[in-house]
């Protein structure tokens, strides 16, 4: 019911900037929220941030916190996620979810995302 396409990601050199975009195909993400997880290799998959639509509330992993910083544009059922100052640990696959959010839900963990992007690939060489 929600398709997900990520873009954006890339090889950037640590201290760098890159800006991920998250776009969902429903007609509109109220009640939902868009959130950025991230996989490296042997890793878990790992929560980065996420936004309400209905209200743009924001939330960060503490490991992104002033670096990242996550918004959405209503009218393009798109999410950004612009990252700044990145260091070689950001590394990663990174995935856009939709969680549908009418109920209270544990915005952090992958398991209340009911959509999934393809994932797109970061990379920060050192």
């Known amino acids: 019911q929600v398709q997900l396409v990520e873009s954006g990601g890339g090889l950037v050199q640590a201290g760098g900037s890159l800006r991920l975009s998250c776009t969902a195909s429903?007609?509109?993400?109220?009640?939902?929220?868009l959130g950025w997880f991230r996989q490296a290799p042997g890793k878990e998959r790992q929560f980065v941030a996420a936004i309400t639509w209905n209200f743009g509330n924001r939330y960060y992993a503490d490991s992104v916190e002033g670096r990242f910083t996550i918004s959405r544009d209503s009218a393009k059922n798109t999410a950004y996620l612009q990252m700044n100052s990145l260091e070689p640990e950001d590394t990663a696959v990174y995935y856009c979810?939709?969680?549908?959010?009418?109920?209270?839900?544990?915005?952090?963990?992958?398991?209340?995302?009911?959509?999934w992007g393809q994932g797109t690939q970061v990379t920060v060489s050192s």
């Open positions: 429903a007609r509109t993400l109220s009640n939902y929220a």
């Open positions: 979810g939709a969680a549908w959010t009418a109920t209270q839900v544990q915005i952090e963990s992958q398991y209340e995302y009911q959509y």
